[in-house]
C-alpha cells in the first residue's frame, strides 16, 4: 500500500513539472472557459488554430468550433434547469482549447489529473509555476471528459485520462485503434468507428457498380488504418484499386497539384476515394479546381469531406455530384433556438467574451473590419443565425448527446452508490470505474433515436449519404441514403441523386434532371464468349474472346472448351449445348438438281425397259444378247433409284441399302458388259480358224457367267460388312467450327475392296473393247462397248482420289450420287441408244415402204421361170450371211436364217460354183460383228 502511495506521489511530481516545461502562454485564460458546478465535466475541444504548429493561434477560422462550446453549455445548462436527472446536483464544466496540436492535447489531460488541482497549492518551488510572473497553471477536478476532435488527438487523451481512470467520450473521432479496449478502456463515442464507415463507403462503391477507384488518406492512425480496411474489402468485391496516394502534412500546393497529375493517368478511375481529414480533403478539392479537373472525379469521401461540404459551399460548388459518409445527426430545434438567441447579446457567453475573435463566432456581428478577406469569405459562407433556416453543425448534436450520456450515468450511478448525498458531497462518492460501467450500460432517446454503446464503447448508430448538388443555382449539400449499423442496410434513393456534371443530355447540355449514374471502370464489362485478362502492374482487366467452340468460365477467368458435338450457346455462352446435325436434305439446291437428273434417269431407264419388253422379238433386239442386256437395265434402274437413299436421312437400313447398292449396281452394270466383250473377242478370235463357236456363248452360259461374277461381289460385300459393317455417325469435321454431320460411316475396306473389284471388271471390259476396235463399220456394237468402258474408266479415275480426299460427308454423297447417275447415263447412251435409234428406223424404213422388205442381207429379188427367186449378190454375201449365223450362234439369229430356207439353199449352190467355203467362211471372219446395226 505505501509502495503504491509513494509511486502515485512521484509520479503527480513528474507530471507537475511536465506541466512546468511548457510555454506559460499556453495557460492563457483566452484558451479555457469554467463553469463550475457540484459535478464538472471536462471538454478538450478545438477552437483556436496553431500557426507555428508550436502555440496557439489568435484566430478561430470556422465557426463549428463555436458551436462545439456553444453545445457544451447549452447541454449543462438544459441538465441542470431539470428536475428528472441529477435533481440534487449542479453540473459544471470546463473547456480548454488544444488548438488541434498533439503537445496541447497532452498538457490539457494533465491538466485533469486527480489532486493536482490540490498540489499545486503546496508546491514547495512556487517559481516553477510563476517563472514569467503570469497566471500559476491551474488543475481542474473532473469526473469524466468530452474530446477530442480528431482521433490522433483523441488517442493521446485517452492513454493519459486511462492512467487515472477517468471516462472519455469523443464527438467526432471515429478511428478504429480507439475500439481497443485493452489499450483504451475508458474511451467512448457518439460516433460509429471508421470500420463501419470504410464499410459504408464500400457498399456505396459496389451499389453504384463502381469497380475501379483511386484513394487518397491522410497519413497517421485515422487515415492509414481506414486505407488498409479499404483495400481490404474493395478485394472482396472485385473493386480494383488503380493507385493509393498518401498526404503528409508537410505538403504544399505544388505537391496537392501532383497529386491530381497521378489521379488523371487512370482516366477509368473517375470514383476517387478520399478518406482525408478536413485540411487535407479541403487542400485536394482546391488542387482540383486550380488543375481545372474539378469535374473529372466522382468524389467520395468520409465524415471529414462531409464536414467541409457543409461548411463552404465553394467546395460543394467545385465538386458537384460529390458523395460523402458521415455519422447521421438530427437537428435539435431548441439549440437552434438558443444559437439564435446569442444574436441579441453578441457574447460568447455572460461572463466570459474571447476578446477580437467573438466575432467570427456569431458572423452577424462582423463588423470591425479587422480581419482578413479570406476570413470574412469563410465567415460570410456559414449559415447566419440571422438566418431563419440556421442549422448547426451535424457534430453539434453528439456534443449534446455525450453530456446527456453522462448526466445520465451520473444520475444512476449516484442513485446506486451515493444514497443521500447531495451537493459537492456527491463527488468524493464518484470511482471512474463505476463511472464507467454505468456509461456502458445507459440508455436514452436522443434526436437521433435511441442512444446506447455496445462492448467496446462505441455508440450503436446510422450513417448518412450526402450529395452535392446545384438546386435552382446554389450548391446545396442534400441527403440521399442511409445505413444501418444494426442491420448493416444500405438504402439509396435513386431519384434524389443528380448527375448532371458527368454526363451530358442528348442535346449537349447538361440535364438537370438526369438520373444516369456515371462509370468508374478500368474497362467494359466483357460481353459473353469472353474472358477477363489482368495484367501484372494493376487489377485492370482486358476482354479477350473465348474461340468460337469455348465458353466463359463461371468467374470469366478462363476459357473451356466444348465437348466434341456441342458448341456455345449463343445468347449467353456459358453453357455448351449439343449441335443439331446436318445432312443432305432436298432442301438443298445442289442435292435437288441430283435428285431431278436421278429421276430423270430413271424414267429414261424404265422407258428403255418398256420398249426392250414391247420389242423383244425384234432382230434387232434378239441379235443384243436379249438376256445380258436386261441384267444391265436391272443395274442401271437400281443405280438411279439408290440416289435417293443417298440423299435420304441416315439411318441403319439405308446405310447398308447405300454400302450393298453401291457396289453391287456397278457389278450388274459391267459383269454383263465383261461377259459380251469376251464372246465378241473371242468368236472372232475363232473365226480366224475354224467356223465352230466357241464354248460358253450361248445365253444361258453367258447368264451363269454373269451370275458367278455377281455372287463373288456379293461374297465380298458379306465378308466386309461382317468384319466392319457400315453404321450411323455424328461427326464433327473441324472443332472451331460450329457444323456436324450425320452420314453413313462406309467401312475403307469394305468400299476399297468392293471398288476394286468393280474397277477389276471396268479395266477388264476396256481391254477387250481395245482388242475389238478394229471389227467393220457393219457390226459395231464394240466401239460403243469401248466408248463406254473408256468414259466410265475415266468417270472412276477422278472419283476415287476425289471422294477419299473430301472431308465433308455431304460432298461425299454428292459424289457417290453423281457417279452413279454419270454411270448409268453413260451405260444407257452407249449400250442401249443406239439399238434404240435403229430399231426406229428400221420402223420407220417400213413405215415409208411397206411393198418392199427389210433386206439386211443384201437380197436381189429376181423372176425367174420358177418364179420368183431372192438371190444374193454375189458368193461373199452368201458367206456373210451363214457367217453372221455362226457368230450369232444364237436362236434368234438360226430362226431368222432358217425362215428363208430357200434363200440358204441358193446360196449354198452359187457356193460351190465360186469356190471354197473355207476361204469364204476366213473372209467373213475378218468383216463381221456380234450384230448389225
Known amino acids: 500500500m505505501g509502495s503504491s502511495v509513494y509511486l502515485r506521489i512521484v509520479y503527480m511530481i513528474c507530471c507537475g513539472f511536465l506541466v512546468c516545461g511548457y510555454p506559460p502562454e499556453i495557460f492563457n485564460k483566452s484558451y479555457e472557459y469554467i463553469q463550475c458546478g457540484d459535478i464538472n465535466i471536462g471538454a478538450v475541444l478545438s477552437i483556436h488554430m496553431s ?16 458551436e462545439y462550446v456553444q453545445a457544451v453549455i447549452f447541454a449543462i445548462n438544459e441538465i441542470n434547469n431539470r428536475t428528472d436527472i441529477l435533481p440534487n446536483v449542479t453540473l459544471g464544466t470546463v473547456i480548454l482549447d488544444d488548438c488541434l496540436m498533439p503537445s496541447m492535447v497532452l498538457a490539457r489531460a494533465m491538466q485533469f489529473m486527480p489532486d493536482l488541482h490540490n498540489f499545486q497549492n503546496h508546491c514547495p518551488s512556487p517559481p516553477c509555476f510563476d517563472r514569467t510572473n503570469e497566471t500559476i497553471p491551474t488543475f481542474y477536478d473532473v469526473v469524466s471528459v468530452i474530446g477530442s476532435y480528431t482521433s490522433s488527438l483523441s488517442i493521446v487523451l485517452a492513454n493519459v485520462l486511462a492512467l487515472f481512470k477517468i471516462p472519455q467520450i469523443s464527438h467526432t473521432s471515429t478511428s478504429d485503434l480507439l475500439s481497443d479496449k485493452k489499450r483504451f478502456p475508458y474511451f467512448l463515442r457518439m ?20 469497380k475501379y477507384v483511386s484513394v487518397i488518406y491522410s497519413e497517421g492512425s485515422y487515415g492509414q488504418e481506414s486505407e488498409r480496411q479499404l483495400i481490404k474489402l474493395f ?6 484499386v488503380a493507385q493509393s496516394i498518401e498526404i503528409r502534412n508537410s505538403m504544399g500546393n505544388s505537391q ?27 487542400s485536394v478539392i482546391k488542387a482540383a479546381k486550380r488543375k481545372n479537373a474539378f469535374r473529372e472525379f466522382l468524389w467520395t469521401g468520409s465524415d471529414a469531406l462531409s464536414l467541409i461540404l457543409d461548411d463552404d459551399s465553394e467546395y460543394c460548388n467545385s465538386s458537384l455530384g460529390s458523395l460523402s459518409v458521415r455519422p447521421f445527426s438530427a437537428n435539435v430545434p431548441r439549440f437552434s433556438k438558443y444559437m439564435k438567441s446569442l444574436r441579441e447579446t453578441g457574447l460568447f457567453h455572460g461572463k466570459h467574451r474571447v476578446e477580437k475573435d467573438v466575432q467570427s463566432w456569431l458572423p452577424y456581428n462582423v463588423t470591425s473590419g479587422k480581419f482578413t478577406e479570406p476570413e470574412m469569405e469563410r465567415s460570410s459562407l456559414h449559415q447566419s443565425t440571422e438566418d431563419d433556416n440556421y442549422v448547426p453543425i451535424f457534430a453539434a448534436s453528439y456534443v449534446i448527446d455525450a453530456v446527456y450520456a453522462f448526466a445520465y450515468a451520473l444520475h444512476d450511478y449516484i442513485n446506486m452508490n451515493c444514497g443521500d448525498l447531495k451537493g459537492k458531497a456527491v463527488r468524493q462518492c464518484i470511482q471512474g470505474e463505476g463511472l464507467l460501467n454505468a456509461l ?59 448527375w448532371s456534371e458527368f454526363k451530358k443530355s442528348s442535346t449537349g447540355n447538361y440535364s438537370d434532371n438526369d438520373h444516369s449514374i456515371p462509370e468508374s471502370v478500368c474497362a467494359e464489362p466483357c460481353i459473353s464468349g469472353q474472358i477477363y485478362s489482368f495484367s501484372r502492374e494493376t487489377c485492370c482487366w482486358k476482354c479477350v474472346s473465348c474461340k468460337n467452340n469455348e465458353i466463359a468460365s463461371v468467374n470469366s477467368t478462363h476459357c473451356e472448351t466444348c465437348e466434341l458435338l456441342f458448341w456455345p450457346d449463343e445468347r449467353t455462352r456459358s453453357r455448351c449445348v449439343e449441335i443439331v446435325p446436318s445432312y443432305v436434305t432436298l432442301a438443298d439446291l445442289i442435292a435437288c438438281s441430283v435428285c431431278i437428273c436421278a429421276i430423270l434417269g430413271l424414267i429414261v431407264a424404265l422407258f428403255v425397259v418398256m420398249l426392250f419388253h414391247t420389242y423383244r422379238h425384234e432382230r434387232i433386239i434378239r441379235s443384243s444378247s436379249r438376256e445380258l442386256s436386261q441384267v444391265m437395265l436391272v443395274g442401271i434402274s437400281v443405280a438411279f433409284m439408290l440416289v435417293f437413299s443417298f440423299l435420304s436421312v441416315p439411318n441403319s437400313v439405308s446405310c447398308y441399302l447405300n454400302h450393298v447398292g453401291f457396289s453391287l449396281t456397278f457389278t450388274f452394270v459391267y459383269a454383263p458388259l465383261l ?6 473377242y473371242r468368236i472372232f478370235r475363232a473365226g480366224r480358224k475354224t467356223t465352230a463357236l466357241p464354248q460358253c456363248t450361248s445365253p444361258t452360259s453367258q447368264v451363269a457367267i454373269v451370275t458367278g461374277i455377281i455372287f463373288i461381289q456379293i461374297l465380298i460385300i458379306i465378308l466386309s460388312t461382317t468384319m466392319s459393317p457400315p453404321t450411323v455417325k455424328l461427326r464433327m469435321p473441324i472443332r472451331t467450327e460450329k457444323f456436324v454431320e450425320l452420314y453413313c460411316d462406309m467401312p475403307l475396306a469394305g468400299l476399297l ?65 453423281l457417279a452413279l447417275i454419270v454411270n448409268s447415263v453413260v451405260s444407257l447412251m452407249c449400250l442401249f441408244v443406239p439399238k434404240l435409234y435403229a430399231l426406229y428406223h428400221q420402223k420407220h424404213q417400213k413405215a415409208k415402204s411397206q411393198d418392199k422388205c427389210y433386206n439386211p442381207l443384201n437380197i436381189r429379188t429376181e423372176t425367174t421361170s420358177l418364179g420368183v427367186v431372192n438371190r444374193f449378190n454375189n458368193t461373199t454375201d452368201f458367206m456373210k450371211s451363214r457367217s453372221v449365223s455362226q457368230l450369232v450362234g444364237s436362236q434368234d439369229s438360226a430362226t431368222s436364217m432358217v425362215s ?16 471354197s467355203t473355207g476361204q469364204a467362211n476366213t473372209s467373213s471372219a475378218e468383216n463381221s460383228d456380234l450384230s448389225v446395226t
Request: with cysteine; glycine share 4%; charged share 25%.
Open 51 to 66: 500557426e507555428d504548429n508550436r502555440n496557439c493561434g489568435q484566430s478561430i477560422p470556422l465557426f463549428p468550433s463555436i
Open 191 to 210: 460516433v460509429p468507428p471508421d470500420k463501419y464507415q470504410v464499410k459504408v463507403i464500400v457498399d456505396m462503391l459496389h451499389f453504384f457498380n463502381w
Open 235 to 240: 478485394r472482396e468485391l472485385d473493386i480494383c
Open 256 to 282: 496537392y497539384d501532383s497529386v491530381i497529375d497521378s489521379l488523371r493517368k487512370y482516366k477509368g478511375a473517375r470514383a476517387v476515394v478520399l478518406y482525408a481529414d478536413s485540411v487535407h480533403a479541403a
Open 440 to 498: 456502458k450500460k445507459v440508455t436514452f432517446n436522443s434526436s437521433i433515436g435511441e442512444i446506447s454503446f455496445d462492448q467496446n464503447g462505441d455508440v450503436v448508430g446510422k450513417y448518412e449519404i450526402r450529395q452535392c448538388q446545384m438546386v435552382e443555382g446554389t450548391p446545396h449539400h442534400e441527403q440521399v441514403g442511409m445505413w444501418d449499423m444494426k442491420t448493416h442496410a444500405l438504402s439509396i434513393d435513386k431519384d434524389k441523386l443528380r
Open 675 to 680: 461377259v459380251k466383250t469376251n464372246r465378241i
Open 753 to 817: 475392296s468392293s471398288l476394286s473389284f468393280n474397277l477389276f471388271l471396268v479395266m477388264i471390259c476396256t481391254f477387250y473393247a481395245f482388242k475389238t476396235r478394229k471389227l467393220p463399220d457393219n457390226y459395231n456394237e464394240s466401239r460403243y462397248i469401248a466408248f463406254c468402258v473408256d468414259t466410265t474408266l475415266l468417270v472412276w479415275i477422278s472419283f476415287v482420289p476425289t471422294y477419299f480426299t473430301t472431308s465433308r460427308a455431304y460432298y461425299k454423297v454428292i459424289i457417290l450420287s
Open 900 to 915: 428363208n430356207a430357200g434363200i440358204i439353199r441358193e446360196t449354198k449352190s452359187e457356193s460351190k460354183l465360186n469356190g
